[in-house]
């Protein structure tokens, strides 16, 4: 039989497609499906799976190895370097230059190969999600299949611990309880039953008849009839979003690819000029060649790769000590630039785990399970029914069950009153499950005097209408006052809690048969609960610091208006309703009109996946940089669209994660305040390398330019700007990568994302101080070749040298005096510079290499003390200038 293969959505054959099912009822669907609760035929399942394709996500086009390492060569300023690097080895032959180029280039394309493949990885994570193994009833016998060939039209059986094997309409349900929150976004289980709901475009998590593939079974039984398959069902449009998703440029990239382009027009331009000026004046044509080329070769800096990779991993590293892992290394800078963070609710700003928040007695009076004494009966029988009216089985932190249920035992267990204890004091005599229909669960326990009482818990408003009478905490019985009741729901209920109520009976005997259905009935409430996913300890201080960097935080989840509003509440992402929109709400707006209210929106609820990406596109539209966290697979195509993803590492989904730029390994909102930080650290020291590298390429291109024009002879032979560029851009410019970050680095806006990579006066500071280095050189020229020393060229490449040292110790900060940071604080960067200075000495005093290789004389102790004093030039402007700009913020404050 040939095998069976993927099929397009949009050409499957309308009698296998069921649109809306979950709005018709269970026979209705199987009749359009042509099966029945005993299932398909063999054949006809084998049909089926030939026509319609198997139950699984087609494998996306794959990049080969080599594929990946020709396209880490496209970029404008790796092709510059490599062209650099042919012009050292084989016309200059200076072939370390060629060698350092080239290790660069080649490290540069391991890691971008190495990050392509691991983003690849995001599609097979989604195809391997689902459940390997299906229950199915076929010919009306029951057996287990792999879950890729299922068909439409099979009968599905989900018992608990299964993970659903494809899109199912419920035909059966047993107290079936299905955990969506991978796909929804909601913490807590969904109740499946068989009745059709009246919403066609209901949100997923409201879509009680249906089963969706790859999520959980974690309570009772059911049967289902399979609507969709493969790329037809939710996890299947997922992955076809997220493979439509395609690759984002960083603005780390973006801003070198530019500034690449910018640079090879300038170095071209410079060899020609340089030439021609040379050839006008007649020198030797050969030598102005080998200088034109040299100074081309000099001003591109060649180590701003290996600078940003390093700066990059230096960065990575520790952010895994902030638990926080980087699965792309230009990710660690993006974060820098981020405007907005859109985050998930569950398990990113909460912590993923309902817990009762508030406790009220019989009567509605706040209080606690704890209380105790000889009017705390009331206290102790609601603690009582915590305990023992649930289903939770396990110990410690491995307890299974409803997480609802799982609140309501943790809550009992933390106030003394422990399950063990109390099975044998009360041990369980009968139950009546809970159903939708009444909204109730019942259990019945033997006390110790050899009577019986029940505990009943479910919705409010059911207990209440079944209850006769109330209990205050000591015990004292009330009438059961429904208006009361009514507003203590409705105003926990605006603090996003769900209100749940209990009640009990006292009974002389154990009811049988049809006195069962008489427990629900002349109930006494003994008090109600308010349940919560609630947020993170942290999380509100992560908010407060977000805004204050000028990054505004976004919540958007699966999850119910009310709670999502009221969580942003208590978090300070929001303030009123206003600020809120829901999945139907977002639908119902044309894109232009969302655009226009985007920026002001901070909640976003009932959201399906492609609204998510709806969210994150429509905010890049309008120019911002967005970072979007996640868990579920409901995130992938968000998270890959973002200009950072950023998934959890404890509750993330593997697809969340492949999907993601770096991973959170504690699941804390907080730590991406340390990776925002980080980010800005890391860009401000490719930055300050920028800064610092173009400057003193500057000064070398004024110092060839300005001396034929100022009548004075070319200053430096090419060895000598290759040389200079070689230990000045070197150990120094890497050691930038080491400066501690600036005090303000997170109370100032984030960067501009189209922001020039020589803005802030990075462009100014680049031409001045390239000019004073320029004329510093100049003036050593003119005076000492003036008076006819004959070592004039040494004192000008040592100039030239030395006030590069100068500038790299000032320009560490943008603001503060180097003396107040003090010259240890970068102890990478000193010792650096001095080792350059030694290495230039041996240029100088060094015999064989002075007079063979640099062509150099040795200077006289007080002509390098003058040479010394000429280059601190550099230094001293920059000083200045730093505290002109210390002024300025001063003044600039006073007045605000």
Known sequence: ??????????????????????????????????????????????????????????????????????????????????VAAIISGPLLHEWADTIAILVIVVLNAVIGVFQEYRAERAMEALREMAGTVASVRRDGRVSEIPASELTVGDIVLLDAGRVVPADLRIIESASLRI???????????????????????????????????????????????????????????????????????????????????????????????????????????????????????????????????????????????????????????????????????????TINKMTVEHVAAGDTTPGSLEQSGSASEGWHWLAHAFSLSNDVSGEGD???????????????????????????????????????????????????????????????????????????????????????????????????????????????????GSEMDALESDLTVIGYAGLVDPPREEAAAAVTTCKTAGIIPVMITGDHPATALAIAKRLGIADHKEQMITGAELDALTLEDFEGRVEGIRVYARVAPEQKLKIVQALQDRGEYVAMTGDGVNDAPALARADIGVAMGI????????????????????????A?????????????????????????????????????????????????????DGLPGLALSSEPAEKNIMRRPPRAPNESIFADGIGIHMVWVGLVMGAATLFTQAAFESHGYHHWQTMVFTVLCLSQMGHVLAVRSDRESFFKQGLLSNKPLAGAVILTFLLQLGTIYIPVVNEKVFRTTPLTWDELLVAIAISSVVFWGVEIEKWIKRRIDVKAAATA
């Not at 940003?308 to 990575?316: D, E, K, P, Q």
């Not at 000591?474 to 009514?486: E, I, K, L, Q």
């Not at 697809?655 to 730590?671: G, H, P, R």
Request: glycine share 8%.
């Open 179 to 349: 955990a969506e929150a991978a796909l929804t976004g909601e913490s807590e289980a969904v109740e499946k039953t068989v009745a059709a709901i009246g919403q066609a475009d209901a949100p997923i998590g409201d879509r009680r008849s249906m089963a969706y593939k790859g999520t959980q079974v974690v309570y009772g039984r059911g049967v289902g009839v399979v609507t969709a398959v493969g790329l037809s069902t939710e996890i299947g449009k997922i992955a076809d979003l997220l493979g439509d998703t395609g690759n984002q440029q960083t603005p780390l990239q973006k801003r070198l690819a530019s500034f690449g382009r910018t640079l090879g027009l300038v170095a071209i331009g410079l060899t020609a000029i340089v030439f021609l000026i040379g050839v006008l004046r007649n020198e030797d044509v050969v030598t102005m060649f080998m200088t034109a080329v040299s100074l081309a070769v000099a001003a591109v800096p060649e180590a701003l790769p290996a600078i940003t990779t390093i700066a990059l991993a230096f960065g990575a590293s520790r952010l895994v000590k902030q638990s926080v892992l980087v699965r792309k290394l230009p990710a660690v800078e993006t974060l820098g630039s981020v405007t907005y963070i859109c985050t998930d609710k569950t398990g990113t700003l």
């Open 1 to 82: 039989m040939s095998k069976p293969v993927p099929v397009d959505p949009s050409a499957l054959d309308p009698k296998y497609r069921v649109e809306s099912a979950c709005t018709l009822e269970s026979h209705d669907v199987l009749s359009r499906l042509d099966t029945s609760p005993d299932g398909l035929t063999e054949v006809e399942a084998a049909a089926r799976l030939l026509e319609i394709g198997p139950n699984e996500l087609p494998e996306g086009e794959k990049h080969t190895i080599l594929g990946m390492i020709v396209g880490q060569f496209k970029d404008f300023l790796i092709l510059l370097l490599i």
């Open 651 to 674: 509750t993330g989904t593997d697809v969340a994660k492949e999907a993601s730029d770096m991973v959170l390994l504690d699941d804390n909102f907080t730590s991406i305040v340390g």
């Open 398 to 512: 491995a307890l299974v069950g409803d997480p609802t249920e799982v609140a309501f035992y943790v809550a009992a267990e933390n106030a003394g009153f422990v399950r063990s204890g109390l099975d044998a004091e009360m041990p369980r005599a009968a139950e009546m499950p809970f159903d939708s229909d009444r909204k109730l669960m019942t259990t019945v326990h033997k006390l110790p005097d050899g009577s019986y009482v029940s505990f009943t818990k479910g919705a409010a408003e059911a207990i209440v209408e079944r209850a006769t009478d109330a209990i205050d905490g000591a015990g004292n019985r009330t009438p059961v006052d429904p208006a009361r009741a009514a507003s203590l729901v409705e105003q926990w209920s605006e603090q996003g809690l769900r209100v749940l109520a209990f009640g009990m009976r006292r009974l002389e005997s154990l009811p049988t």
């Open 676 to 728: 925002v930080r980080e980010g800005r650290h890391i860009f401000d020291n490719i930055r300050k390398f920028i800064k610092y590298a173009m400057a003193a390429n500057s000064g070398e291109i004024w110092t060839i330019l300005l001396a034929p024009l100022v009548g004075l002879s070319i200053p430096l032979l090419p060895i000598h700007i290759l040389w200079v560029n070689l230990v000045t």
